[in-house]
C-alpha cells in the first residue's frame, strides 16, 4: 500500500508541493523535488499526519519515548489565532515536569488538525529561560520579601502605570484592572512589538502575536503608544505584568524609561524587563496556570493547567492578591466578570465547551482584533 497523506498535504494545505511520489510499483518513494526542501510554515505536520512514523522531527527525535508523555489540552500562545494543541510533557523521577512537544488538536472552528511549525516550537519558552525567583535588586529573596518591597514601593509612589500584556488570560487582565484601578493607576496595554505587519498568511498564522489581545477591547484596556507615553510622563513607578516592553519600545527608549521610573516587573520568563527591574516576581505560565483568552475571530477559549514544577511559581492572581488586590481566586475574578463586563453576556465561563464559545454578533463586534 503506498501512502500519500504528506504529499496531499503539501499540494492541498500549503498549496507549496514540495512532495512528489517518484518511481513506480514496489520502486515508489516518497520524496522531495529537486532544490526544493520541506521548509514551508506548516511543515512539521507532516509528522503527525504520517501513519506510520516514517516522517519524524529532529527537535524530538529521541528526546523522549512517546508512550512516557502525558498529553493535555492547551491552547497555543504563539499569535491571535488561539490554535488548540496538546501539550505532550512528563516528569521523571526525581526531575522536573518538562514539555518536550506541543501537537495540534482538532477544533473544527478554529484551527482544524493543524498547527504552524512557529507556534509549535513556542514550547521551549515553557521550558527555557523561566524566570524561578524572586529578586530585590541585584539580591535572590524569599517570594514575601520582594512582596513585601513591593507593597512599599507601591505605597510610596506618587504616581503609577500598570502594564499588562496581552498574553494575559482574560481573569489575570481584569485582575490587573482592578488593582490598578485600587492603586489609583493608569493601566495600559500598549505592546506595538507583538505586531508583526504581514507576517501572516490567509490560513493560520496571524501578524499579532499575542494570544489575547481581544479581551483589552471588552475591559476597555487602551493599548495604543500615546496613551502609554502620556501616562508614562508623569509616573514614577512601573508596575509590568508579563509585558515584553523592549519589544516594543527600543532598548534604547526602554532605558530611558527606566532612568525616569522604578520598574517592578511580574512575570514567567526571563528578559530585559526582568533583568533591569528593580524588583521581579515570578508567576506562573499558562501551561501552569488556567485562564480565558479570545482569538482574533472572536471565540473565547479555556486552557487548564498542563504542567506542574517541583517548585511551582504562584499564579498571577495570587501575587496580585498578596500585593493588595481584591480577588484571592479565579473563581472570584469570573464572577466579578460575569456582573461587570456586559460583552460577556449570559456565557458560563466556567464551562466553556472543548470547541470554544463564539460571541455574539454584537460581541464579536467589540472584540474585533
Not at 64 to 81: D, E, N, V, Y
Not at 285 to 298: K, P, T
Amino acid at each position: 500500500m503506498l501512502c500519500a497523506r504528506c504529499v496531499r498535504f503539501t499540494r492541498l494545505i500549503t498549496k507549496t508541493g514540495e512532495l512528489g511520489i517518484v518511481n513506480r510499483t514496489d520502486a515508489a518513494r516518497v520524496n522531495i523535488f529537486p532544490g526544493r526542501p520541506l521548509n514551508n510554515r506548516y511543515a512539521l505536520n507532516v509528522v503527525d499526519l504520517c501513519p506510520v512514523g516514517a516522517m519524524t522531527s529532529k527537535d524530538f527525535r529521541f528526546k523522549q519515548r512517546a508512550w512516557f508523555l502525558t498529553k493535555s489540552p492547551g491552547i497555543c500562545h504563539g499569535c491571535s489565532k488561539g490554535c488548540n494543541i496538546s501539550i505532550d510533557h512528563n516528569r521523571e523521577k526525581y526531575k522536573d515536569d518538562t514539555i518536550y512537544r506541543f501537537r495540534p488538536r482538532l477544533n473544527e472552528q478554529v484551527n482544524g488538525y493543524f498547527i504552524c511549525d512557529a507556534g509549535r516550537m513556542t514550547y521551549k519558552l515553557e521550558n527555557d529561560n523561566r524566570l524561578v525567583a524572586a529578586q530585590v535588586g541585584e539580591n535572590v529573596v524569599e517570594l514575601a520579601v520582594a512582596v513585601e518591597a513591593a507593597r512599599r514601593a507601591i505605597s510610596q509612589a506618587k504616581s503609577i502605570v500598570v502594564l499588562v500584556s496581552p498574553n494575559c488570560s482574560l481573569e489575570q487582565m481584569r485582575v490587573v484592572q482592578r488593582f490598578a484601578e485600587q492603586c489609583s493607576a493608569a493601566v495600559s496595554g500598549y505592546s506595538d512589538g507583538y505586531v508583526q505587519r504581514g507576517d501572516g498568511d490567509n490560513f493560520l498564522i496571524q501578524d499579532d502575536k499575542s494570544a489575547n489581545r481581544a479581551s483589552f477591547a471588552i475591559l476597555g484596556i487602551d493599548s495604543e503608544k500615546t496613551a502609554f507615553d502620556s501616562a508614562v510622563a508623569g509616573a514614577d513607578l512601573l508596575i509590568n505584568f508579563q509585558n515584553d516592553l523592549t519589544s516594543s519600545l527600543g532598548n534604547e527608549a526602554f532605558q530611558a524609561l527606566l532612568d525616569k521610573v522604578q520598574l517592578i516587573h511580574i512575570g514567567s520568563y526571563q528578559n530585559d524587563c526582568s533583568a533591569k527591574a528593580a524588583i521581579q516576581l515570578p508567576v506562573a505560565s499558562y501551561s501552569e496556570d488556567n485562564g480565558l483568552v479570545i482569538n482574533c475571530d472572536g471565540i473565547l477559549q479555556q486552557y487548564k493547567a498542563a504542567v506542574s514544577k517541583n517548585s511551582q511559581a504562584p499564579s498571577l492572581i495570587e501575587v496580585v492578591h498578596l500585593l493588595g488586590g481584591e480577588f484571592s481566586s479565579r473563581e472570584a475574578v469570573l464572577a466579578d466578570l460575569l456582573a461587570n463586563v456586559a460583552a460577556l453576556g449570559t456565557v458560563d465561563l466556567e464551562h466553556i465547551p472543548a470547541q470554544g464559545t463564539a460571541l455574539t454578533a454584537n460581541e464579536v463586534a467589540n472584540v474585533a482584533a
